[in-house]
């Protein structure tokens, strides 16, 4: 990830505050489903840590990284750009950033879980397939104790 992109002058990149939760969260519902604990999971990782960055058009957020760190590993979990911001290097930059801040907060290898539309933008910026199974289910809807 050494390569330094240069972002359109409007465009800037900034570490994310708790003044940005609301802007966050709109942009989750849009990346993805709607998730009513989204402002309490990005409100408490932004004080206690976490790693995220905003990337902003003209002062309006248009993109958003999460990561954290477990012991000496960093995990970029999140990261999205909206579609009319997209190939303009805004997530390539987020990805460099998050590396950096997660190597700042000691981590000494980073990992991402790619889906088969993010894979290639990950091995791009360096990232290697290490084989995984991720296996899934909806929650359970009932108490398991009587």
């Not at 969260?25 to 990005?42: G, Q």
């Not at 990561?67 to 303009?88: A, K």
């Not at 296996?135 to 809807?141: E, F, G, K, Y």
Request: net charge neutral; hydrophobic share 40%; aromatic share 8%.
């Amino acid at each position: 990830m050494e390569r330094v992109m240069h972002l359109p002058e409007r465009i800037e990149i900034r570490k994310a505050t708790l003044e940005d939760v609301k802007d966050l969260e709109a942009l989750w519902n849009e990346a993805s489903r709607p998730c009513e604990r989204y402002p309490i999971y990005v409100g408490q990782g932004l004080g206690s840590g976490q790693a995220a960055v905003v990337a902003l058009a003209d002062g309006k957020v248009v993109g958003f990284a999460i990561g954290y760190l477990i012991v000496e590993r960093g995990s970029i979990t999140e990261i999205y750009v909206t579609p009319e911001f997209r190939n303009l290097g805004i997530g390539t930059v987020m990805a460099q950033i998050m590396d950096y801040h997660l190597h700042l907060m000691g981590a000494k290898e980073v990992c991402v879980y790619a889906n088969p539309h993010t894979e290639r933008f990950w091995q791009r910026l360096g990232f290697t397939h290490r084989e995984s199974v991720i296996l899934t289910r909806p929650c359970a809807s009932k108490t398991p104790i009587a």
